[in-house]
Nanobody, 115 residues
Framework: QVQLVESGGGLVQPGGSLRLSCAAS????????MNWYRQAPGKERELVAIISSSGGTTNYADSVKGRFTISRDNAKNTVFLQMNSLKPEDTAVYYC????????WGQGTQVTVSS
């Protein structure tokens, strides 16, 4: 049974930091590209960050470059998203996504940036 379980979301003040985690099980994690998406109220889901299967290549949406860092631990089947210098416009539900020849989604974790 495939599972992607996100954690680490919450309420943070502008300028603060959060670290999201996504624990994977039920598939060969090390073969999959892992991605973080987010969806704000009334907006379409957008791709935030990508990491290759080995972790050697990453890419980011322009809106988060220099503030967010994606990483993975293939020994622990976990992908992370370190979010620094958070802004109110980063408020969204953040989703973990695994993609290879098929695709899996987590249930999402809420991130709210507000004073």
């Amino acid at each position: 049974q495939v599972q992607l379980v996100e954690s680490g979301g919450g309420l943070v003040q502008p300028g603060g930091s959060l670290r999201l985690s996504c624990a994977a099980s039920g598939f060969t994690f090390s073969m999959y590209f892992m991605n973080w998406y987010r969806q704000a109220p009334g907006k379409e889901r957008e791709l935030v960050a990508i990491i290759s299967s080995s972790g050697g290549t990453t890419n980011y949406a322009d809106s988060v470059k220099g503030r967010f860092t994606i990483s993975r631990d293939n020994a622990k089947n976990t992908v992370f998203l370190q979010m620094n210098s958070l802004k109110p416009e980063d408020t969204a539900v953040y989703y973990c996504n695994a993609r290879f020849f098929d695709e899996y989604w987590g249930q999402g974790t809420q991130v709210t940036v507000s004073s």
